[in-house]
């Protein structure tokens, strides 16, 4: 059987070599030999001629890097300066120049509003009663405290008079409550009138000097309410309305007159921005 594998064709094309004697890429050439084939071409060398042309640029890039490194310095070329042109100089006339000074800066809006006047008094009265005169009528013009509206007083003076006369009366009989209590006080230190009659009489003190107060005040709401039926101007200014007469009855807080100062005026109206 050896012998009959040496006297194949594979035999022949490997140089008389058994087959079983071959390396794998001799039994590769003999199969393509048996086949036709051409043999396989080698690769081996252009592996090499690879590594010798990338060997090469790296050397010629190691030769540039080190005479660039070594190489003497080149002397550089003196700059020469250009030369500018000459200033021109430019004549300026009066007319084309002028002096800046501040200024300020004016917007004009055009608006449509209502004119009002800085100060106004709505009067009322501060009395209840009937109205003797009135004094200014719508248009007039008057001054700070001018009379404007009077109304009776005579209830208002008798309620006054009256308001006095129990307080002047009350007066009386606190002296003379505090004149009997100093007495109580003697007699108990005496030992001739007893406790209680000392207890009743500061009592009593006490009683009147709490009612004296309480006629105090009512003089005094009394007297507002006499000043009040007189009413006064409380600023220059003119009268813009009327809504009583001389004879009409009014009550406290009734509205009498409007009085305007027209020396100072306000707008009122709505504005672009």
């Known amino acids: 059987m050896a012998k009959d594998l040496s006297d194949g064709p594979a035999a022949q094309a490997a140089g008389d070599k058994p087959e079983w004697a071959m390396s794998r890429r001799e039994r590769r050439r003999a199969e393509r030999a048996r086949q036709g084939l051409p043999p396989p071409r080698r ?37 020469v300066a250009e030369e500018l042109p000459a200033e021109r100089h430019l004549q300026i006339t009066a007319d084309e120049w002028t002096a800046l000074e501040p200024a300020t800066l004016r917007r004009t809006v055009r608006v449509i509003g209502t004119l009002r006047p800085s100060r106004r008094a709505d009067l009322s009265a501060e009395a209840s009663g009937r109205v003797e005169a009135v004094l200014a009528r719508s248009g007039d013009r008057v001054s700070e405290g001018d009379l404007l509206v009077q109304v009776d007083v005579q209830r208002l003076t008798l309620e006054t008079n009256l308001a006095r006369s129990n307080l002047a009366s009350t007066r009386s009989q606190l002296a003379l409550a505090e004149e009997q209590l100093a007495r109580a006080e003697a007699l108990v230190e005496r030992g001739v009138a007893a406790e209680a009659s000392l207890d009743e009489a500061r009592t009593q003190v006490d009683q009147i000097r709490s009612t004296l107060d309480a006629q105090e005040d009512q003089v005094a709401v009394a007297e507002i309410g006499l000043e009040g039926a007189t009413l006064r101007a409380p600023f220059d200014g003119v009268i813009a309305s009327r809504s009583v007469e001389a004879g009409n009855v009014v009550a406290s807080g009734t509205p009498l007159l409007t009085i305007v100062d027209l020396s100072r005026m306000e707008m009122v109206a709505s504005a672009p921005i």
Request: charged share 20%; glycine share 8%; hydrophobic share 60%.
């Open 43 to 79: 690769k081996w060398p252009w592996v090499v001629l690879v590594l010798l042309i990338g060997a090469g640029v790296a050397g010629w890039f190691f030769r540039e890097e080190l005479q660039a490194r070594f190489a003497p310095p080149v002397a550089e070329e003196p700059v």
